[in-house]
């Protein structure tokens, strides 16, 4: 008597992501990065070294800092994930962990299609369930873990590196061919457009499933 033929599941129906909304999420957030980019001044401008000068104060040091972080704040960033991208690459085991987190937010929820349940060693997780783990791994992997004290530590020498050069990098001759920029807008602007723009994408996916 000849077997029973096994069910076929046809991948392409059941897809491992919600390839539309996971590439306008890539689309915005790719955009919002070139139009950031955009803004950068010249290196040659950032590492003039005509330009540099010990400051007398500390009050003059901070006033430095504020100016030159408006003015370089895409060539700071830049900087920043520079050194953050040496520490993980000097760490392949961290930066391994933390693109299987990565892959795991993406994956498993926010680009899951919505009636595709995850489904691990036979046991289906409910939408709620799913996140709880998530969050709590990323707890884990963060705070508890050698790959939380790398980042904070490659973001504490970052930032050591941006306020140096902002306090002896003399901001006078930054300023003279454009007009000032509001108080409101610095280092954090272009991190808070890039976010939003990211967060727009993923909201409808995000929001279909609370």
Known sequence: ??????????????????????????????????????????WTELIDRSAFARPDSLTEAAARIRKNLSYFKV????????????????HPFSLLVLLSL????????????????VVILGRTFSERETLG??????IVVVFLTSVGSLLISALMA????????????????????????????????????????AAAAAAPVVGARV
Request: aromatic fraction near 10%.
């Open 1 to 42: 008597m000849a077997a029973p033929p096994l069910p076929v599941t046809n991948p392409e129906s059941q897809p491992p992501i919600a390839t539309p909304a996971f590439r306008n999420f890539i689309s915005r957030l790719s955009s919002s990065v070139r139009q950031g980019f955009s803004q950068r001044r010249p």
């Open 133 to 138: 783990v998530l969050l709590v791994s990323t």
């Open 158 to 197: 970052g930032v050591a590196i941006v306020c140096v050069h902002g306090a002896f990098r003399v901001p006078e001759d930054l300023f003279l061919d454009e007009p000032q920029e509001p108080a409101n807008v610095g280092l954090l602007s272009f991190l808070g457009g890039a976010a939003s723009s």
């Open 102 to 117: 990565l892959a795991s937010w993406i994956f498993l929820y926010l680009f899951r299609p919505s009636d595709q349940p």
């Open 75 to 90: 060539n700071y960033i830049s900087m920043l994930v520079v050194v953050l991208g040496f520490s993980l690459l000097s």
